[in-house]
């Protein structure tokens, strides 16, 4: 029997693509539809994968990038056999508890590698692949990792700066593993690109220092010797294909409306007679299906191969390469963490807040070198290369990336390493320019990566730059986002408590959030037991009597917190200060707990260099909050907790205030 043409491949993407969209009466068509010929290429040519074992740690990566194509995705999925997207899921694209969602969400299992649909994340994650599997290349060697990551990509994508981040720094890194195939098809959104963009943007990938080639985007062969030259060169490849968005719909191709306007059944049936497919909705012919089933084994035999050199590894190798793609944290990390804290509970000499994390960092270095750090352009105020060497276009073995100045691509890399395995990400800078790399972090939250996002310079604190650089309301914003942990230790005692959380999580990520400025040791005891794992306890109780008052505070505050508690102690007032260094674990502690910590009845008092939003469902009716009500200024920072009265005398006034005493 002869084996069906590329094109009745490519064919049957579209069908499928089709009948869901009709059927789930949404979605968007031009994507699959444009991009059916450079898929079969790549799946049925290029690609290193095999359905039977999604996770198979050396498989190629491929991400969509431009997410609103998700059919896409899907098709290829059930095409090439991977048991969980059956034809049934086709048949519920879109609906509740389809495994084919809106848009890809992450799960490997499933053959999705992200989550994918704010465009540019896509590709900024596909570069933060690259870069894992070329670390993990020089640390493993090409016979355990050598795969490609491919990435399906839009003219969105390409017109968020998030985009051009990513084609600087992965030319500039010369990631020759990573492959981009453009649907150069002139249209988003809001219709031709004309009326948005007008450079050319294939040159924007030359001169960042890639290899381009421009072809014609439904040419399978043209596309699949593309695809074989990019496997070549020594550079970061783009394909540039020139495509017709929603090829096949003849109402609707080459057209604004390709890209997601609605489809109804008699497009579906006069795509059918345009493309010579006579089969029923959701029905593929045998010869396709079979085609496709084995394009979804060609790997099998590199497969074997892989697995024999693997379980032919010395073992205490085989088990290291395990445990990292595993995501196991190795034995004695918590000892590192644990001897931290007993040092610097025995030790009054206060550091500046971001360096006691740079210097907990550095005694983990040995024990976790699939630690991998990112950081924009602040190595050093921010210290944590320490004894790292660079990753380099010349060196693949260094763990310190040099983002320079582009906190965004940082966060998306972050993530990207994260979803690939075998590395763990730490993504560093500082505070004020979280908002740069929030929508990464949105991202790691919703995926549940454990992704470490390092923030320094937290508050009014940073001083003499200015209001630009001094963070109010961040803290606030990062709390109010789901599934992300922000934690921020009062000294360095706390610091390595938090640490061990953050390393800890596996089903989300941490942002671990760090004064410039010096912390005295406030936990001058020795306890092994993590007391910030609640989230807030009781850092110093009340005296002489039952509790009257109670101090929350957090980071450098909590300083604040003490001095002003020792003021009401002093005048006989009862006081307590509670350390908060996580709002979200507090939150999840029992009523009881919860009672104790805030101490019923008391007055209470929070006092934080930010603003208070937040706040109130800790303080009751009887609640104050000292803290930032608007931006900052610029001057030494001791001056600045003056100005804006974050000071020991305030939060003690405000107690009394609220005890109805003179203040
Ligand atoms: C960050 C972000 N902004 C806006 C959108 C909404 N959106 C989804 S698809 C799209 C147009 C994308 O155009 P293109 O990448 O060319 O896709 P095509 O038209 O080829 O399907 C827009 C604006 C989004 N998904 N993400």
Redo the contacts with the bound molecule.
Sequence with gaps: MTSPSPSKLANAIRFLAIDAIVRATEG?Q??PL?MAEIATALYTRHLKFLPADPTWPDRDRVVLS????SMLLWALLHLTGYEAIGIEQIKTFRDLDSHCEGHPEINPAHGVEVTT?????GIANAFGMAVAEAYLNARFGSALVDHHTYAF?????LQ?GVGQEMISLAGHLRLSKLILMW?D?R????GS?ALSISEDVAERFRVAGWHVQELDGHDLEAVASALAAAKRDPRPSLLACRTV?ARGIARLQGQRG???ARLFAEDAEAARRDLDWPHAPFELPEPVQRAWRDAGRRSAAEHAAWQARRDALPAAERAEFDRVMAGALPAGWRDVLLDFKRRASASAEAQGGILISAEINDRLTELLPERMIGCADLEAPTGHKRRLKAFTAQDRSGAYVHCGVREHLMGAMANGMAAHGGVMPLAVTDLAFADYER?AMRMAALMGLPVKFVFSHDSIGVGKNGPTHQPVEILASLRAMPNLLVLRPADAVEAAECWEMALERRDGPAALVFARQALPTLRRTHEADNLSRRGAYVLAEATGGARAVTLLGTGSEVAVALQARETLQAAGIPTAVVSMPCCERFDAQDAGYRAHVLGRGTVRVAVEAAVRLGWDRYLGERGGFVGMAGFGASGPADALYELFGITPAAVAAEARRLLALPT
């Design positions: 968007h031009g994507v444009g431009n997410g609103h194509g649909g704010p465009l540019g994340q990509v839009g003219d969105g994508c968020e649907d098809n249209i988003t959104d809001d690109t968005i390709g890209h997601s929508p």
